[in-house]
């Protein structure tokens, strides 16, 4: 595609719900990236894939996130017993493996209740 | 890890005022890149500049490594300037992740 792509744009979940969020990166691209955005915030690191090998987790909160690439290409972030604090928006971003640019898509706004 | 601040935090302009937005970080960086977000969220990468001067239109970026500091110039702004404008930046001593300033939101007014 064009662009990264994420669905869904927002998603509401009661607490304790698991939810799945994901992301199509640019054709091609060998890196993808996840970050959470609170609100006011600037966007924080969450885990980074190098085709289907994810190479750092270091930023994932806790054991309840969970993220995947198993062929290189659609990563899906998952949460699991979704908790208040994990409203925020979720970022997805690829990079091609001769650039250093990240392209960001829309992000998925979860709000758990 | 890496610290990464930027000023001012708010900036308000009328249309067609020029303005410097600075990124200082704390650590050595091989990667630092300015985005914009605009009012719908959208990330949209303006430059990667980890060192020297670029320019974009009215934008310009220049990254003095060894002072660990970045200016993103905005020249004759517009309102669709308006958002909030972050800075990123990877450490040389790190791996592949780009760490986020605290951003600066602008309004641009006509």
């Known amino acids: 595609g064009a662009g990264v792509s994420q669905s869904p744009r927002y998603k509401v979940a009661k607490r304790g719900q698991d939810v799945a969020l994901r992301c199509d990166p640019i054709s091609g691209h060998v890196s993808l990236f996840w970050y959470q955005q609170a609100l006011g915030q600037g966007p924080e690191f969450l885990t980074y894939?190098?085709?289907?090998?994810?190479?750092?987790k270091s930023g994932l909160p806790s054991d309840r996130f969970f993220a995947e690439r198993p062929e290189g290409s659609v990563s899906t972030l998952k949460i699991q017993r979704t908790q208040q604090e994990d409203s925020a928006v979720y970022l997805c971003?690829?990079?091609?493996?001769?650039?250093?640019?990240?392209?960001f898509g829309s992000g998925t706004q979860l709000s758990v209740l | 890890g890496i610290q990464v601040e930027q000023s001012p935090p708010d900036l308000i302009l009328q249309e067609g005022a020029n303005s410097t937005l600075r990124c200082n970080f704390s650590?050595?960086?091989?990667?630092l890149q300015w985005f914009h977000q605009n009012p719908w969220g959208q990330l949209i990468n303006l430059f990667y500049i980890p060192s020297g001067t670029k320019q974009n239109g009215r934008l310009s970026a220049t990254t003095v490594a060894t002072e660990r500091y970045s200016l993103l110039y905005i020249s004759s702004s517009q309102t669709t300037d308006s958002g909030v404008y972050f800075c990123a930046v990877r450490s040389r001593y790190n791996t592949d992740k780009l760490i986020f300033g605290t951003g600066t939101r602008l309004q641009v007014f006509p």
């Open positions: 971003a690829s990079r091609p493996g001769a650039s250093e640019k990240l392209f």
């Open positions: 650590d050595s960086v091989n990667n």
């Open positions: 894939f190098q085709n289907e090998a994810q190479l750092d």
